[in-house]
């Protein structure tokens, strides 16, 4: 059954207009962990992602009901929003009602139901897509959608994550989401929000993700120490130049001779280098160079590995068995580490023998089975 009709013998079939929607996820080509740290990333939006439907209400109730999840969340846009643990994925659209509200807007009263097809824990962006859709939803009844400000749209999700959630995110989730182009990557400047569209054809080449399907438990926990480190990193170099930094990727590989502690200097010429491999990139899917954006592939996946210390067992393992096989012309780890998924590009016409591999050598030496996923790049955040 659609979503449309479970909609309609959940709401009814009401005389108001229905109107759907589609978030899509999103993966990070080249750029890992640079965006708290002020650098490049190349980010695009993917074909799985989250459906919404929608219809108005008469009253100031927002009804919001998921297909993936039990529980269903009920807002009243009279009455005080607050973070409630039992409420689960409704606080990151909770999150987005009370922000909206403090911002301003007159929200009206809805009805929504979401389903997605992302793979939950895969790293893929899924609360930055719900948090965009349910934003762009809201604001789609009160505003024309050539009126709806995506990068408001963007700023919006990252405050619930760190403000409402708790999570320590940077903005690259939520801007892709909001702002990808189809064939496109964004090259995205973390520090001024500046993007700009680079053509990514792949002529005779997939993007497959590859999902470990070992759940990312060390992900958060991980994530704020590296965070840390960086900090600690820069402040070295800050107070040895006394030179007046913004972020780590405004440093050069020659700042590092400040650096004593060994781990804060792996940590920052990762930083370094992963913003160099970014715009290098960029540079070469301009020029339809996918070899070589292949070996930066590669670089970067060994650069997270050994430097910044956030793959583990799965990961390489699914990367390493994806570069034995020929006409893969590169593959890394993509999101924050510590299981999720990985990327590979695959020449077209090898990529069911190239997964049947990958998942018989993967399974023999992890014991988990992989899901492959053969993406294309998407528009952002849309009404269907």
Same mark, same amino acid.
Not at 67 to 86: C, H, Q, R, S, T
Not at 267 to 275: G, L, Q, S, W, Y
Not at 349 to 372: A, G, M, R, W
């Given at each position: 059954?659609?979503?449309?009709?479970?909609? @309609?013998?959940? !709401?009814?079939?009401?005389?108001?207009?229905?109107?759907?929607?589609?978030?899509?996820?999103?993966?990070?080509?080249?750029?890992? @962990?640079?965006? !708290?740290?002020?650098?490049?990333?190349?980010?695009?939006?993917?074909?799985?992602?989250?459906?919404? /439907?929608?219809?108005?209400?008469?009253? $100031?109730?927002?009804? +919001?009901?998921?297909?993936?999840?039990?529980?269903?969340?009920?807002?009243?846009?009279?009455?005080?929003?607050?973070?409630?643990?039992?409420?689960?994925?409704?606080?990151?659209?909770?999150? &987005? &009602? %009370?922000?909206?509200?403090?911002?301003? !807007?007159?929200?009206?009263?809805?009805? &929504?139901?979401?389903?997605?097809?992302?793979?939950?824990?895969?790293?893929?962006?899924?609360?930055?897509? +719900?948090?965009?859709?349910?934003?762009?939803?809201?604001?789609?009844?009160?505003?024309?959608?050539?009126?709806?400000?995506?990068?408001? +749209?963007?700023?919006?999700?990252?405050?619930?994550?760190?403000?409402?959630?708790?999570?320590?995110?940077?903005?690259?989730?939520?801007? =892709?989401?909001?702002?990808?182009?189809?064939?496109?990557?964004?090259?995205?400047? $973390?520090? @001024?929000?500046?993007?700009?569209?680079?053509?990514?054809?792949?002529?005779?080449?997939?993007?497959?993700?590859?999902?470990?399907?070992?759940?990312?438990?060390?992900?958060?926990?991980?994530?704020?120490?590296?965070?840390?480190?960086?900090?600690?990193?820069?402040? $070295?170099? %800050?107070?040895?130049?006394?030179?007046?930094?913004?972020?780590?990727?405004?440093? =050069?590989?020659?700042?590092?001779? !400040?650096?004593?502690?060994?781990?804060?200097?792996?940590?920052?010429?990762?930083?370094?280098?992963?913003?160099?491999?970014?715009?290098?990139?960029?540079?070469?899917?301009?020029?339809?160079?996918? %070899?070589?954006?292949?070996?930066?592939? /590669?670089?970067? @996946?060994?650069?997270? %590995?050994?430097?910044?210390?956030?793959?583990?067992?799965?990961?390489? =393992?699914?990367?390493e068995e994806a570069l034995k096989i020929p006409n893969c012309l590169g593959a890394r780890m993509t999101g924050a580490g510590f299981g999720g998924c990985a990327i590979a590009l695959v020449e077209e016409n090898i990529v069911d023998s190239f997964i049947k591999s990958v998942s018989k050598n993967y399974h023999q030496k992890t014991k988990l089975t992989p899901e492959f996923y053969i993406t294309t790049l998407e528009d952002g955040v849309r009404q269907i």
């Amino acid at each position: 059954m659609d979503l449309l009709s479970i909609f @309609h013998n959940i !709401y009814g079939k009401s005389e108001k207009t229905i109107l759907q929607f589609f978030s899509p996820g999103r993966i990070n080509l080249i750029g890992e @962990h640079v965006d !708290y740290n002020g650098g490049y990333v190349l980010p695009g939006a993917i074909n799985l992602g989250i459906y919404g /439907v929608m219809s108005p209400r008469n009253d $100031t109730k927002i009804y +919001l009901k998921s297909m993936d999840f039990p529980n269903e969340v009920e807002v009243d846009l009279n009455k005080a929003i607050e973070y409630k643990i039992e409420d689960g994925w409704g606080n990151y659209a909770k999150g &987005i &009602i %009370k922000y909206l509200l403090e911002d301003g !807007y007159s929200l009206k009263g809805c009805n &929504i139901l979401i389903k997605g097809d992302l793979p939950n824990g895969a790293g893929l962006s899924s609360s930055a897509a +719900l948090e965009v859709l349910i934003g762009y939803m809201l604001l789609f009844l009160i505003q024309k959608p050539e009126e709806i400000d995506k990068k408001y +749209l963007a700023l919006l999700g990252q405050r619930v994550e760190n403000k409402f959630i708790g999570v320590n995110s940077g903005i690259m989730d939520q801007f =892709t989401v909001a702002n990808a182009k189809k064939d496109h990557a964004l090259l995205l400047n $973390t520090q @001024h929000l500046s993007s700009e569209y680079i053509p990514c054809y792949l002529n005779g080449y997939s993007l497959v993700i590859m999902n470990t399907n070992k759940r990312r438990e060390l992900a958060s926990s991980n994530y704020n120490q590296r965070r840390q480190e960086c900090e600690n990193a820069l402040e $070295t170099i %800050k107070k040895a130049k006394k030179a007046a930094l913004n972020n780590l990727c405004e440093c =050069t590989l020659d700042d590092l001779k !400040y650096i004593k502690n060994e781990v804060e200097y792996k940590r920052a010429r990762h930083v370094i280098t992963e913003n160099q491999r970014v715009i290098k990139a960029a540079n070469l899917l301009k020029n339809n160079d996918l %070899k070589g954006f292949g070996e930066l592939l /590669v670089q970067s @996946h060994n650069s997270l %590995k050994h430097d910044y210390e956030v793959t583990g067992f799965e990961l390489d =393992t699914i990367v390493e068995e994806a570069l034995k096989i020929p006409n893969c012309l590169g593959a890394r780890m993509t999101g924050a580490g510590f299981g999720g998924c990985a990327i590979a590009l695959v020449e077209e016409n090898i990529v069911d023998s190239f997964i049947k591999s990958v998942s018989k050598n993967y399974h023999q030496k992890t014991k988990l089975t992989p899901e492959f996923y053969i993406t294309t790049l998407e528009d952002g955040v849309r009404q269907i």
